[in-house]
């Protein structure tokens, strides 16, 4: 039997690979920081560019780069928090969730097609799989 860490690794690797794959047909010019900072502000709603940093894992100066780059295509805007005028909250666009969704859509058919060679039972076993990884990805 592997041990934790190998099965760690082998999972990361994995992860991975299944990035490069889906990247591979990527049709639009959102990079995968501006589409995971897009995806909080569309699952969470409006935030500062701060707290879209803490979330991320990234300096604010990074995020704040990745959000001007999401402005500039216009797929998020910009508002005075009016909470706060010091402050300035950053929303998605209609234009950004209509990419985002196509972009999901995209990506889950390039799976989709793949998933569909496989044999039923290999199928039955990914579905066993995404069950019991799923709790490890939940704080």
């Known amino acids: ?67 001007q780059a999401l402005v500039d295509l216009g797929l998020v805007g910009r508002r005075p928090d009016p909470a706060d005028g010091r402050r300035t909250l950053v929303r998605a666009t209609d234009d950004g969730s209509r990419a985002r969704e196509d972009a999901w859509t995209t990506r889950t058919h390039v799976l989709a097609e793949r998933l569909a060679a496989l044999p039923d039972a290999d199928r039955d076993t990914v579905a066993r799989a995404i069950a019991i990884l799923t709790p490890l990805t939940e704080s």
């Open 1 to 67: 039997m592997e041990s934790h860490v190998d099965l760690a690794g082998d999972l990361l690797t994995l992860h991975g690979r299944i990035r490069r794959t889906l990247l591979t047909g990527k049709a639009d010019q959102v990079t995968a920081s501006q589409t995971a900072a897009l995806g909080r502000l569309l699952r969470h709603g409006e935030s500062t560019v701060a707290e879209l940093a803490r979330a991320e894992g990234v300096r604010p100066q990074s995020m704040g780069a990745t959000v």
